[in-house]
């Protein structure tokens, strides 16, 4: 927990960021947080690196975020980084300059407490739940607003509450915010619902090119630069997909990858019955998350041929995905 003095304390401007490509909780702990300190007479800029999803624009009210900075980072006395393992997946350019900037929130199990002053707790289902507790400890004024964006990254780290990071702490949490004026239903609209013809169509595609590969014991689902195109939806409708191929019961995790320009992702979901870890694989490759929840990015381009995936120029798919250690 964070203890006073508090880091921006005596500071004035600050940056409050994450990881790139921001998820709910991610935004809502960005926004939650600006919104306290703009409250506490500072000046904040609000960044999310890779712009905003169409489905959490709903969360800004008032706020502006901004995908990139006009200024350079060592104009800011603080910055801020919430729900991010490591530095690198800022991508903000020169921020390992600034470290003894930095204030890392973050409840990620392999965070590799890069800041100056660091927060990790493992133990929260979410980083807007640790913002939560720090604003309901400290007294702060929590308005409807702040309580929808806590909520968002509460239900979208847990699954609307399926996951196992999900326990009773967390659901007091939810309570609690409820009554504080979170939006539930429009939380769970745009992240779990609201999906066009368009996404339906790619979400089937996606569900039909699985394959399962038993030396792995994943079940994978891959999209080409060609596929994409002709699917014709962003990459943001994707969201959530694999957590649906997450559902086939013989599979050990599941892979949904795709690519995106000159780069290939991964999402990696597994549970935990499964007893595998896919943070540890996700971190062979640079990127991290949690034990059931990780992903990471290489350079490459996917092909099909004759039904089979292949990442130019480092071989097959498949191959990529053997064995996540077991928990």
């Known amino acids: 927990m964070l203890v006073k003095p508090y880091p921006w304390e005596n500071k ?23 919104a306290f300190l703009k409250s506490n007479g500072k000046e904040v800029v609000l960044l999310a690196k890779g712009g905003l999803p169409k489905n959490l624009q709903f969360l800004l009210g008032e706020q502006q975020v901004v995908s990139d900075l006009d200024v350079p980072l060592t104009a800011f006395d603080l910055v801020i980084i919430f729900d991010c393992g490591d530095l690198a997946l800022t991508q903000i350019a020169g921020i390992e300059k600034v470290r003894e900037r930095i204030l890392n929130i973050d409840h990620h199990h392999d965070n590799a407490n890069f800041g100056q002053y660091n927060w990790v707790d493992i ?13 309901k400890g400290s007294g702060a004024d929590i308005t409807g607003v702040m309580a929808t964006s806590i909520l968002a990254g509460l239900m979208g780290d847990t699954g609307s509450f399926r996951h196992a990071n999900t326990n009773a702490q967390t659901m007091r949490v939810a309570g609690e915010i409820l009554l504080k004026g979170a939006r539930r239903s429009a939380v769970a609209h745009n992240l779990f619902a609201g999906k066009t013809p368009g996404q339906l169509k790619a979400w089937s595609y996606v569900l039909e090119k699985a394959t399962f590969d038993k030396n792995s014991r994943a ?15 962003d990459d ?14 013989e599979a050990s995790f599941a892979a ?11 999402s990696l979901r597994s549970e935990e019955y499964k007893g595998v870890d896919v943070s540890a694989l996700a971190r062979k490759f640079g990127g991290g998350g949690h034990k059931l ?22 071989g097959s798919l498949n191959s990529k995905l053997q064995s996540p250690t077991s928990k």
Do not use: C, W
């Open 293 to 314: 929840s990780a992903g990471f990015t290489i350079q490459g381009r996917l092909k099909r041929d004759n039904g089979n995936i292949y990442i130019e120029p480092l």
């Open 219 to 233: 079940i994978i689902s891959a999209l080409t630069h060609d596929d994409i195109k002709e699917l014709g939806v």
């Open 256 to 266: 949904f990858v795709r690519q995106r320009n000159g780069e290939v992702k991964f």
């Open 236 to 249: 943001e409708a994707y969201e959530g997909i694999v957590e649906i191929l997450n559902t086939f019961p």
């Open 123 to 135: 133990s929260y289902s979410s980083t807007t739940q640790m913002i939560y507790e720090f604003l």
């Open 12 to 34: 004035e401007k600050i940056l409050i960021t994450a990881h790139a490509f921001v998820d709910p909780d991610a935004l809502g702990s960005i926004l939650t947080m600006g």
